[in-house]
Antibody, heavy 122, light 107 residues
Framework: EVQLLESGGGLVQPGGSLRLSCTAS????????MYWVRQAPEKGLEWVST????????SYADSVRGRFTISRDNSRNTLYLQMNNLRVEDTAIYFC???????????????WGQGTLVTVSS | AIQLTQSPSSLSASVGDRVTITCRTS??????LVWYQQKSGKAPELLIY???SLGSGVPSRFSGSGFGTDFTLTISSLQPEDFATYYC?????????FGGGTKVEIK
């Protein structure tokens, strides 16, 4: 069974930093692009970042580019999101997700982790 | 960025009803559309990918259609467990973008 488990969320002051982790199991982690998606309280979904299986390419939403860094450790089956210079508007549940199939087939996020809450407040 | 407009933003329906949700994109995306279901307090789950292909384990009462800029999610006979919020997402072009969601409530 494919499982994704996020951790690392919490309360942080504006301007602070936080590193989220997503531990994967049940599939060949290194073969799949991975994603971070966030959802502000009572709001919709927002794609945050993408990383390829080999880490040779990353993408970011404009709202986080230059402040957030996505990375992965395939030896540990773990995805990361380093978040610096956090803003109040970064407050959200952060989900990690796996690409539905390895690159080349029709895309989609499947499955998603249960999410970890990040609260940015003074 | 490609904008996705879902309609309606919410609807009330009864068990057994046929429900249709639409998603319109600001640019053509071929068949690169995905539908998700999100129940309260839970992570989203993939329902439909490639506009019309059923996700693994998804009941056959769910179906998707469309190409280019206009897409539809249909639930043929609404079940109690289908009351949730539904999101469309385009997977054709970065940045990946989502629709605003459609909340399906019990009438």
């Amino acid at each position: 069974e494919v499982q994704l488990l996020e951790s690392g969320g919490g309360l942080v002051q504006p301007g602070g930093s936080l590193r989220l982790s997503c531990t994967a199991s049940g599939f060949t982690f290194s073969s799949y692009p991975m994603y971070w998606v966030r959802q502000a309280p009572e709001k919709g979904l927002e794609w945050v970042s993408t990383i390829t299986g080999s880490s040779d390419s990353t993408s970011y939403a404009d709202s986080v580019r230059g402040r957030f860094t996505i990375s992965r450790d395939n030896s540990r089956n773990t995805l990361y999101l380093q978040m610096n210079n956090l803003r109040v508007e970064d407050t959200a549940i952060y989900f990690c997700a796996k690409r539905r199939v390895v690159s080349g087939g029709p895309g989609g996020f499947d499955p998603w982790g249960q999410g970890t809450l990040v609260t940015v407040s003074s | 960025a490609i904008q996705l407009t879902q309609s309606p933003s919410s609807l009330s329906a009864s068990v057994g009803d046929r429900v249709t949700i639409t998603c319109r994109t600001s640019q053509g995306i071929s068949s690169g559309l995905v539908w998700y279901q999100q129940k309260s307090g839970k992570a989203p789950e993939l329902l439909i990918y490639d506009a019309s292909s059923l996700g693994s384990g998804v009941p056959s009462r769910f179906s998707g259609s469309g190409f280019g800029t206009d897409f539809t999610l249909t639930i043929s006979s609404l079940q109690p467990e289908d009351f949730a919020t539904y999101y469309c997402q385009q997977f054709n072009t970065y940045p990946l973008t989502f629709g605003g969601g459609t909340k399906v409530e019990i009438k």
